[in-house]
């Protein structure tokens, strides 16, 4: 499912931003999505570090906001200890790739725990449960 997001972001989102900004929630005032430089599925093992794996890393120019992102197509809910693993990984991505500019984003088909929300809400971390998402 990562791969559809991706196919999504790479030739549709930017095309239909309106659209897709509506299907997501806790997004910053300013966000767009762009023609991304490059998108892909995300890994390093860093020096004497454990191996960073993130779904989707979405590198934008200039000003615009690079997406680092997770997606979880499954029934079960999106946990506080999922993202809490998550912002620490998308956080070693930023810096991996010295990003200054970057949108964290979870997508998840099962939806979030209420607790989860919250505390993506207080990182500024963006969510979605929308499977419109996953429609190619």
């Known amino acids: ?5 991706i196919n999504c972001l790479r030739h549709r989102a930017f095309k239909q931003n309106d659209f897709y ?3 997501i929630n806790n997004l910053p ?5 762009v023609d991304y430089e490059s998108i892909w599925s995300y890994s390093a ?6 191996d960073i794996q ?3 890393f979405a590198k934008a120019g200039g000003d615009d906001y690079s997406l680092i992102g997770e997606v979880k197509n499954r029934k079960a809910k999106f946990s506080v200890k999922e ?15 010295n990003v200054s500019k970057a949108l964290f984003f979870v997508f998840s088909a099962g939806g979030f725990f209420q607790n989860t929300i919250q505390f993506l809400k207080e990182n ?9 998402f996953l429609e190619v």
């Open 29 to 33: 005032d300013d966000f767009q999505f």
């Open 1 to 5: 499912s990562e791969y559809v997001i």
């Open 45 to 50: 093992s860093p020096v004497h570090k454990k």
């Open 83 to 97: 993202a809490k693993i998550f912002l620490a990984k998308a956080l070693k991505v930023q810096q991996l790739e």
């Open 124 to 132: 500024k971390i963006a969510w979605s449960d929308d499977k419109t």
């Open 21 to 23: 900004v509506a299907l």
């Open 54 to 56: 993130v779904d989707i």
